[in-house]
């Protein structure tokens, strides 16, 4: 029964993982494009964004611990830290791993910005458009329900949640106001030699 | 107001997201294209936490808190 | 009798002044540099790009700052009306090139670049032959750059960037360019007629500086006259002279003088009457709470119209804006078209109003002074022109005024 626990709870927290992160990715680029639901604050976005990106943590790392300490899998704390380190499932669950430190990088580097400063942050925050894919193909290949109905229907729906924002966001312009005046007189006074 | 802790803003890099005004309202308000006014002068010790926290949140880190000197 | 300094010698319609003959009326540059910085520090020479800030105290700011500075020698000369700095690259050279030399061995500078506009060709011509005469291993070393043709491209921290990345925009402070300017080194941005006047000084003297001047000032001053006078042009005066006696030397005004615009469009609008008593000195100027800056002194005649005037003006230095700040470009666009809304169609209240509240929002907003040197503009337009302003008709109801001022 105990090993059961562990190992619902592994495929719970990931499942819910999944979604979690899905919305943080949503809430980010809702960010950038400064779109905030009408009525209510601008901080309101970054701000949820944050918050739901903190929570996520907390049930990826519910979500790792109980993988590692499950003797079914016997997967021993390095899998969980080196990529493809471990016999079980090694590709998927290396994608996991891969995954999960980065948003690693990305939520420590988010806590230490003011230290960072801002252009090596958003540097590293770019990873996220390569944490979230690997995380859905982690989930698709190591899931042991990851093809049941239910949850098929979710990474489906997370996929296309994220697909939507994330085209969306890359042909959108750029919602500084001043984007397009400034790159025209920076074209102006560019005197670079290859240009 | 024991500091000297002075909001500056990076003219360059703000671009008019104005959530600095929602967090601190009393010392930042928008002009009409949206970009901040700051009022002058030291932060006021009982908002000195509400401006650190609205510099965390600049998305793109303009707001800073700087220590000025008096005789500036 | 004004004593020419800056601009003795050969004349000036025979250009450039060739090493051999600079050498020959003026001696080889100076060498000490304990005694250099000295003199200049006791001449209380300012700097004549348009701040006006005492030189001295630049370089001691330059050189406190420890590693090997970068010396640009500044004759990008923005500002539409002055031609003050080209007429000293294309005559005087030379002179220009003591004082980078001056400053480079005073600072133990590793560098020096001269900054010219690239579409002032016989500046910029003069300057690159007369470099190509130097046998000093500090200007062998010098190279030149090409000043993008806008106005903020003479500002001292889009001159750093510029030769930094090849971008000629502003840049925010800090750091200052005297902390951190070129490739992080501290750089001293130096406009070409100070560099002339520390090359004389080098060799005769703070005292022999001191020794011109009228009315408590001392030193010669660069002047471009402009607008409603009969001979417009550059002239070297005395610092003190007034505006009136300037004006003189400039063939007089034609027709009846309404205002001065003092220090160009960085400047300020004075009334006539009260312009032509002030004396052209900084320290008296900022005491009367104007500015010497670019040593433009623009007159419009009682013909012109001080509105359309500025709403042209405004209208320019909007668009010169870098973009980069917002309050800068939206304010300075909003208040430019503020103007010309009461140029065109005549005053309204609402128009007067957004003035006053725009210009005392954007003022201090950006991060150089582009805007405030607009706003400053713009406030003195409404100060001097008031009664305009206040009765303007709708100029389609009127014939149109000459223009009297030159944009570039």
Known sequence: MNDQLLWYTTRAAGAVSMIMLTGVVVLGVMSTLRATPRGLPRFFTPALHRNIALVTLVFLALHVVTAVVDPFTSL??????????????????????????????????????????HGAWRAIHWLTYAAWPVAIVHGLGTGTDAWSPWLFTLTCLCVGAAAFVVVYRFTAGSTDPLAAQRASFRAGVDRRPDR | MSNDLSLTVDRIRCDGRGLCAELLPEMIRLDDWGYPIVAAGPVPDHLLPLAQRAVSRCPVLALALRRVDRDQ | ???????????????????????????????????????????????????????????????????????????????????????????????????????????????????????????????????AER????????????????????????????????????????????????????????????????????????EWYRSAGRRGAAGTVLLTAAGAVRSPGVLEVEAGTTVAEAVEMAGGAAGSPRAVLLGGYFGSWVDARQAMELPLDQAALRQAGYGLGCGVVGVISEHACGVCETARIMAYLAGESSAQCGPCFFGLRALSEACSRIAARGTNRDDLARLARWSSEVRGRGACKHPDGAIIFLQSALRTFGDEFATHPAHWRNHPSPVAMQTA
Do not use: C
């Open chain 3, 135 to 206: 046998p000093e291993p500090e200007l062998r070393r010098a190279r030149m750059a090409a000043a993008p043709a806008r106005y903020v491209a003479g500002e001292s921290s889009a001159a750093v960037n510029f030769l930094s990345s090849s971008i000629g925009t502003p840049t925010s402070k800090p750091p200052e360019p005297h902390t951190a300017g070129v490739g992080g080194a501290p750089t001293l941005v130096q406009n070409v007629e100070t560099l002339a006047h520390v090359a004389l000084i080098g060799r005769y003297g703070a």
């Open chain 1, 76 to 117: 021993g704390w390095t899998a969980a830290v080196i990529p493809f380190s471990s016999y079980y499932r090694t590709f998927w669950l290396g994608l996991g791993t891969i995954a999960f430190e980065l948003l690693l990088a990305i939520t420590v580097t988010s806590l230490l910005r003011g230290l960072l400063g």
């Open chain 3, 1 to 131: 009798m004004t004593r020419l300094r800056l601009l003795s010698g050969p004349d000036l319609s025979l250009g450039a002044e060739s090493m051999r003959a600079h050498v020959q009326r003026l001696g080889p540059p100076p060498m000490a540099r304990a005694v250099l910085l000295g003199a200049i520090e006791r001449s209380g020479l300012t700097g004549r790009g348009g701040a006006g800030f005492p030189v001295a105290r630049k370089w001691h700011s330059v050189s406190a700052a420890g590693s090997a500075p970068v010396i640009i020698v500044n004759g990008a000369e923005g500002e539409p009306q002055s031609l003050k700095d080209r007429v000293l690259m294309t005559t005087r050279p030379h002179l220009i090139l003591d004082g980078a030399l001056i400053a480079a061995r005073v600072l133990r500078a590793a560098e020096i670049a001269i900054y010219v506009g690239e579409h002032h060709h016989a500046a910029w011509t003069a300057m690159a032959a007369a470099l």
